[in-house]
Nanobody
Framework: QVQLVESGGGLVQAGGSLRLSCEAS????????MGWFRQAPGKERAFVAS????????DYADSVKGRFAISRDNAKNTVYLQMNSLKPDDTAVYYC????????????????WGQGTQVTVSS
């Protein structure tokens, strides 16, 4: 069955950086759009960023635009989320997700999900 495995989370001070990775297996990765979502305690899961199957189209939530960058390496079946200038409000569990071809903001559009990785930003 399809597996998405996130890594790279951790504890970082405000203003710092982290790079999350999500490796897919048993998936025709190059045919899937990938998304990153996050869920903070007591809040709903929220869209962070997405990238089309081709890698030529990306989308970002306003709250992370200019600070986060999504990219993918189809040869490695991996999508990345580079997070810079981190803020305490970025603290959440971060999930990657996959859906065929086109990238969307709605979590309901995504078919496969990873187990999540914790990101904690201290002030």
């Amino acid at each position: 069955q399809v597996q998405l495995v996130e890594s790279g989370g951790g504890l970082v001070q405000a203003g710092g950086s982290l790079r999350l990775s999500c490796e897919a297996s048993r998936l025709t990765f190059s045919s899937y759009a990938m998304g990153w979502f996050r869920q903070a305690p007591g809040k709903e899961r929220a869209f962070v960023a997405s990238i089309r199957w081709s890698g030529d189209t990306t989308d970002y939530a306003d709250s992370v635009k200019g600070r986060f960058a999504i990219s993918r390496d189809n040869a490695k079946n991996t999508v990345y989320l580079q997070m810079n200038s981190l803020k305490p409000d970025d603290t959440a569990v971060y999930y990657c997700a996959a859906r065929p071809l086109l990238n969307y903001r709605s979590a309901n559009e995504y078919v496969y999900w990873g187990q999540g990785t914790q990101v904690t930003v201290s002030s």
